[in-house]
């Protein structure tokens, strides 16, 4: 069964701080890695995608990808309280679907 | 369209009751996966076609539950004889069809079975 795990929070983050979200997937030959934000009855909205080792950076938002450790990560700089939703991760396992992680629920404190 | 578009968008059905819910998906888009999102929880992978060919069905959970896309694009999602578990809200997605490529998700249908 492959399996992606991640705290489901609640984690609370003062205004203006960083926001780290992590993530870890059970099988090595992963290729693609997803984070999505959901907010309150609203649909999954892809924020980022890491296909490779290392960092990528999108405004405040850096995935961090680690295949050795089978690691994701996401964080949010300068968080705001608009950032203050679910965060989805989400493992393409070498076919086309993808499988979600429960969610981390993140609230920013203003 | 501009998205993937759902219907309905709420829908309450009665214990036992068939159900069918509608998914657009974005134009020129080959992939269409259906999930299920329960409360508090992750989307759960329930079926995937490519173009009309249904190439996974392996998260329908019982046979109650059938998905067709006769055409290649609009999909139909049908739940025979509701079940309370079935209370779920079912996300329609679609891809430009490659590997690796961004799933777009619809808004979603929120199904209550009473």
């Known amino acids: 069964q492959k399996e992606v795990e991640q705290n489901s929070g609640p984690l609370s983050v003062p205004e203006g701080a960083i926001a780290s979200l992590n993530c870890t997937y059970s099988?090595?030959?992963?290729?693609?890695f997803f984070w999505y934000r959901q907010y309150s009855g609203k649909s999954p909205e892809l924020i980022m995608s890491i296909y490779s080792n290392g960092d990528k950076e999108d405004g405040r938002f850096t995935a961090q990808l680690n295949k050795a450790s089978q690691y994701v990560s996401l964080l949010i700089r300068d968080s705001q309280p608009s950032d203050s939703a679910t965060y989805l991760c989400a493992v393409n396992f070498g076919n086309e679907k993808l499988t979600f992680g429960t969610g981390t629920r993140l609230t920013i404190i203003p | 369209g501009a998205g993937v578009s759902q219907s309905p968008r709420y829908k309450v059905a009665k214990r036992g009751q068939d159900v069918a819910l509608r998914c657009d998906p974005i134009s020129g888009h080959v992939s269409l996966f259906w999930y299920q999102q329960a409360l508090g929880q992750g989307p759960e992978f329930l079926t995937y076609f490519q173009n009309e060919a249904q190439l996974d069905k392996s998260g329908l959970p019982s046979d109650r539950f059938f998905a067709e896309r006769p055409e290649g694009s609009v999909s139909t999602l049908k739940i025979q004889r509701t079940q309370q578990e079935d209370s779920a809200v079912y996300l329609c997605a679609s891809s430009l069809g490659l590997a690796g490529n961004t799933i777009y998700f619809g808004e979603g249908s929120w199904l209550t079975v009473v």
């Open positions: 099988d090595r030959v992963s290729q693609s």
